[in-house]
């Protein structure tokens, strides 16, 4: 049966863990019951893995691909059900998943990668633009969005917004995609991990043959695939304003894309051990990710194996690490290595990535509401596969 997840699927592989280093890697059947023409959007059902039989629920159109879905949903309970109507939840998991709702707590402001504000704060940085309200008639449907519908604005968040917006990593990225393309001229196959709401798919998708977005959050997944690919999505598009009247509160229209393809896609799942099919991608993407992980030197690892030979690897991050990690990480480096952008370059090379390309300084904002403007200085470099 074609469908656009079927496009997918021969991209995907089994994340079951059959040992904590080593993924089962089978190949995924898709079930269910949708039919129609493609692209088709798959709004539930399964994938199978032919080799163990796991089996992987489809929610609102979104894959959750982790190796124990139970304590996945259950984890992210807060994303999974603002998106997924109650009827649609598997069954097997849905006292548990009730329970939990009835575990969480009233947000204040930022608690976990589910939470609105948090999915609304990458929204803004993905999707909005200074640019796009700098017209020859001065209108846009959201216009100076960082300014305050009401009250005075603040000149120095505005200057700021307006000098370093747009110039972050999704511009200097595209710049490089598109010198990828040129040079080897012929689109290019990526995934990215860690795609967050999938912003990036937009600036790149002219240079790309195919994308595969992967990431921990159901929310942002289910926002994203709206987004950047105009699937259904029962929620409205919120962003920060005047945090008197709440966490989220003004209401963006006319962001979505108005079309599908079946090239590109998101699922849920694992950045350390993600569904995806090894050796078979152009470009493999991690934006502001590493200073995640309990284990640093996983990432550049597993771009690596993601990778076809000659491939490149994109990889940005202001490095904010956890000191326990930090402390792990200065025990393997060589004594040279004194600052994190070093380190992080360093463990792509002993991953066996050969740098090409480094910009040190990027800006990269975090609208936080009228009056709080977040600005991080981003390391950013690609790495060849060698």
């Not at 996945?72 to 097997?92: F, N, T």
């Not at 969005?145 to 110039?167: A, F, K």
């Not at 959050?217 to 105009?230: C, D, N, Y």
Request: aromatic share 6%; glycine share 8%.
């Amino acid at each position: 049966m074609p469908s656009m997840l079927n496009t997918t699927v021969s991209r995907l592989r089994c994340p079951r863990r059959k040992k904590p280093q080593s993924l089962c890697g089978g190949m995924l059947k898709l079930s269910t019951k949708e039919t129609g023409s493609a692209p088709l959007e798959i709004r539930s059902g399964r994938l199978v893995c032919e080799k163990c039989n796991a089996e992987f629920p489809i929610l609102a159109g979104v894959a959750v691909l982790v190796h124990d879905v139970r304590n996945y949903l259950i984890s992210h309970v807060k994303g999974v059900m603002q998106a997924v109507p109650e009827a649609e939840l598997p069954r097997d998991h849905l006292r548990d998943l009730l329970t939990a709702r009835s575990e969480l707590q009233v947000e204040h402001i930022e608690e976990d990668l589910e939470s609105a504000r948090v999915t609304a704060l990458y929204l803004m940085n993905h999707y909005l633009r200074v640019e796009k309200t700098e017209t020859t008639s001065g209108s846009s449907s959201f216009e100076r969005w960082w300014s305050p519908r009401t009250g005075e604005g603040s000149p120095l968040i505005d200057s700021l917004v307006r000098e370093h917006w747009d110039r972050g990593p999704f511009a200097q990225i595209k710049t490089w995609v598109r010198e990828i393309a040129g040079r080897t001229g012929s689109r290019q196959s990526v995934v990215e991990l860690g795609c967050g709401v999938g912003g990036l798919y937009g600036e790149l998708k002219t240079e790309l043959s195919s994308y595969l977005g992967v990431d921990s959050s159901f929310a942002s997944i289910a926002l994203g695939r709206h987004l950047a690919l105009g699937v259904p999505y029962s929620g409205k598009i919120l962003i920060p304003e005047d945090l008197l009247q709440g966490p989220v509160t003004r209401e963006l229209t006319g962001l979505a894309a108005t079309s599908l393809d079946g090239t590109a896609d998101f699922v849920v799942g694992d950045l350390e051990a993600p569904p995806v099919e090894a050796g078979q991608s152009d470009l493999v993407l991690a934006l502001n990710a590493i200073d995640m992980l309990e284990d640093p030197s996983v990432l550049p690892q597993i771009q690596n194996l993601l990778l076809r030979k000659g491939g490149t690897a994109i990889q940005s991050c202001p490095y904010i690490w956890h000191e326990a990690v930090a402390s792990q990480l200065r025990k393997i480096l060589p004594r040279e290595i004194r600052d994190s952008a070093a380190a992080a370059e360093w463990l792509s090379e002993k991953a066996g990535l050969k740098v090409m390309k480094r910009v040190n300084h990027l800006p990269w904002l975090f609208f936080k509401h009228v009056r709080q403007l977040e600005i991080y200085s981003v390391h950013l470099f690609a790495a060849t596969k060698t």
